[in-house]
DNA sequence: CTGAAAGCGCTAACAT
DNA sequence: ATGTTAGCGCTTTCAG
C-alpha cells in the first residue's frame, strides 16, 4: 500500500519506515555493504512498499554518477548516425541510464560548445562520432576531461582516447578489387568529404587495390546531385567496358543514383556501382546497390559497452569479460550494381576471413 | 587571466571576485533584477574572467529548471522519427537545453519506464510522439505529470496535451483521389499497422474519396514484404488497367517496393502506388514514387517551440508571438509511380490550400 | 553494523 | 539593492 499520492518518496522516508537511518538506507541500496540482513529487508520492503526511486539529480550533485550519457553525431537524419544512435541507446537503457544526443553538423565549435553543455549535467561518458578534431581548444578540452570518452567512426589518437571504427582500408580494397574483377575500363573512386578519416583511408584502399591491379587510379570529388551528374558526364565512354564507380559512403552512392537518374544512363550496362555503407531500398534500386556493408548497429553497441567499462561505478557485466575490439570488419554484398548477374540469392563477403557467405531467398 | 586551471568555478568564486554577495550573482544571472548596475558589471566581469558557468545539477536539484527535455520516440532509425528528433534537438540546442531521447520501440511498458526515468533527472518537459497510450497506468502517470507534454503523430487528447499532428485524412484523401483521377480498376489501401491513430485517418481519407467516386474500396494488411509478395499476386490483373496502391506510410511502401522487385512486375503499368510518407531515394527508383510529404521538420519545430512555451521559466522567444497551429498541412508530390506522365518536374500540392505548385528540376 | 552531521552548488525567502 | 540563511535529496566521513 502505497503511502501518499501525490508527493515524491525520498530517501529519508524509507528510513523512516524501516526504521533505520538515512545513511543505513543509502549503504543498503548502492551494493548493500555494512548493512545487517534484518535492516536490509526491511529497507527492500519499505522501498517496494513506497516505490520508492532514488533522485537521481541529488545523487549527481553529490558526486556520484548522473546516470547520463551523452552523445555526439554530425546528424540524426543520417542512417548511419540514427543506427548508432539507436544501438547506443539501448545499452543505456539497459543500463538504467539516459542518453543525451547533440548534432554536431560536423563543426568544431558545436562539439565543444555541446561538450561543456554535456559537462555543466554532469554527464558520466561521452561517445564522439566521427569529430574532426581541428580545433585546439576542442582538443584540449577533451584530452583533459574527467570523463571517460569512446569514439565512433575515427581514431581518438588526439586525445588519447579509444575508438571503434570499421576496417575501412580492407573494405574499399576489397571493394576495389572487386570491381577489378569485371576488367572495367577505368574504376572511378569518388567521394563527397575526403577531407574525413574514413575517406581517407578508403581512398587508401582504393589506391592500393589500383596499384596491385596495375591500374591508375581515378580519384572524384563530388558535393552536388549536380556535382554528380557533370561527373559522369565526363567519364561517359565510347567503348563497350562500361565504367566501374567507388562510392566512398551513402551519400555519394545516392548523388550518383540522382544522376544517373537525371541522365538516364544505364547501370550497370554505362556505370556500374559499388558503394561503402548499406542503405534503405538499396536492394530495391534497378538494378540493386552492392555494397561494402558496415556492422552500424555492431559499432554502436561495442562503444556503449566500452565506454560503461570506462565509466567509474558500472562496472561491466561480467567484469573482465574481455576486452572488446576496436576494428570491425564490414561484409561486402554483391546486388547487381557492380555487374554482377543478377541473381536472387546476395553475395556476402567479410572483409578479415574473406569467407564466402550465401544469404537466405 | 582565468584563476584556478583544474577546478570548475563556482558561484560563490564568482561572488567573492566581484565582491558581493552569492545571492547577487544568482540574481544577476537570472534576469538581473534588483541588482546596481556597478555591481552588474563587477559580476559580469568575474563571470568573464573565470569562465563561469552555472552548474545545472545543483540548479535542478534546487526545483529550478533543469535544462533537460525528454523525446521518446518508436524507434531511432525510422527516417520519419530521427528528422522529428533532429528538428527537436536543433530547438532545444538553440535555448541552450538538452535533448534526452529514448526509443520505446511501440511499446507502452518502455514508455512508462522511461518517462519515470526521465522524471528522476527532472526534465523539464516532454515530446511523445506516436505513443499508443493503452495501458492506464501510463496515462495515469502521463496525465497527472508536472511537467508539460506536447504530442507529435497522434493527438494526446487521454491525458489532456497539445499535439501536433499532420492533416493524414486530407492527405490520404487527396492521394486517393489522385489516384481514382487515373481510372485504375481498382484502388487498394495497404496498411502495415491499423491500429495506429495515423493509419486510421488515412483509411477515413482514402474511404471518403472512393466513396465520393463511387468505388469500393479494398483494404489490405500486411506486415512483411513476404505479406506484401502475397498481396500483389492476389491483385495481379489480367485487364489492361493497373491496379492502385495507397500505401500509408514508408514502410508499407517499402515493401511494396520490394515485393514488385521480387515478382519483377512494371511500376505503374501493372501496380500503380502512391504512398504516404516521402523517403529518401524516393525519386531515384524507376519509376520515381510519388508520396504524401508530410512536413516533418515543421512538425519537430513546432513541437519544441510549444513544448518551450508550456515550460515555465522559458518564456517563449517573443511572447505572444501566436499559438503554434496543431495541424499541419501534408504535400502531394507527383513523381511518376502513380502513373503520371513521368516528367522532369516534380508537381506539389498542398493539403489545405490545393494550390498547384511546380518545382524546379 | 549503524546514525548523526556535513556538505555538493545553487536559489529563494527573509532580513537589512 | 544586498547579504545571510536555510534547504533541495543524497552520499559519505566519522564516531559510536
Chains 1, 2 share one sequence.
Not at 545487517?36 to 513506497?50: E, F, G, P, Y
Request: proline share 5%; with cysteine.
Amino acid at each position: 500500500m502505497a503511502r501518499d499520492p501525490s508527493r515524491v518518496p525520498k530517501l529519508a522516508d524509507v528510513a523512516r519506515a524501516a526504521k533505520v537511518g538515512n545513511a543505513t538506507v543509502s549503504r543498503a541500496l548502492s551494493g548493500g555493504k555494512n548493512v545487517s540482513s534484518d535492516a536490509m529487508k526491511r529497507i527492500l520492503d519499505a522501498v517496494l512498499d513506497l516505490g520508492y526511486q532514488p533522485n537521481r539529480v541529488a545523487q549527481s550533485l553529490k558526486g556520484a554518477s548522473s546516470g547520463i550519457v551523452g552523445m555526439i553525431v554530425p546528424s540524426l537524419s543520417d542512417m548511419f548516425f540514427s543506427k548508432c544512435a539507436e544501438a547506443v541507446e539501448s545499452v543505456t537503457r539497459e543500463r538504467d541510464a539516459l542518453l543525451v544526443l547533440v548534432a554536431s553538423h560536423d563543426q568544431d565549435t558545436n562539439v565543444l560548445s555541446s561538450f561543456q553543455r554535456l559537462l555543466l549535467h554532469h554527464i558520466d561518458g561521452l561517445i564522439l562520432v566521427r569529430s574532426e578534431l581541428k580545433n585546439g581548444a576542442l582538443i584540449e578540452g577533451l584530452r583533459h576531461s574527467r570523463v571517460p570518452i569512446v569514439g565512433i567512426d575515427r581514431p581518438l589518437s588526439e586525445i588519447g582516447c579509444p575508438s571503434l571504427v570499421c576496417e575501412n582500408f580492407e573494405g574499399a580494397r576489397m571493394a576495389t578489387e572487386h570491381l577489378l574483377a569485371h576488367n572495367y575500363k577505368r574504376i572511378v573512386s569518388v567521394q563527397v568529404k575526403p577531407e574525413l578519416y574514413t575517406m581517407k583511408e578508403r581512398l587508401r584502399g582504393y589506391r592500393s587495390a589500383m596499384a596491385n591491379g596495375g591500374k591508375r587510379p581515378i580519384e572524384e570529388i563530388i558535393g552536388s546531385r549536380e556535382d554528380a551528374v557533370r561527373m559522369l558526364k565526363r567519364h561517359l565512354v565510347e567503348g563497350k567496358l562500361p565504367v566501374g564507380l567507388f562510392a566512398s559512403n551513402n551519400l555519394t552512392a545516392r548523388y550518383i543514383c540522382e544522376a544517373t537518374h537525371v541522365l538516364q544512363v544505364s547501370i550497370p550496362r554505362e556505370f556500374a556501382i559499388l558503394s561503402f555503407d548499406d542503405f534503405d531500398l538499396a536492394d530495391t534500386l534497378t538494378p540493386p546497390m552492392s555494397v561494402v556493408q558496415q556492422p552500424v548497429e555492431n559499432l554502436g553497441r561495442s562503444a556503449a559497452e566500452l565506454l560503461f567499462q570506462q565509466m567509474p561505478g558500472w562496472m561491466s557485466r561480467q567484469a573482465g569479460e574481455g576486452a572488446v575490439p576496436l576494428q570491425l570488419s564490414p561484409q561486402l554484398v554483391i546486388r547487381g550494381s557492380c555487374g554482377c548477374h543478377p541473381q536472387r540469392r546476395t553475395r556476402t563477403m567479410r572483409a578479415s576471413s574473406f569467407s564466402l557467405v550465401t544469404t537466405g531467398d
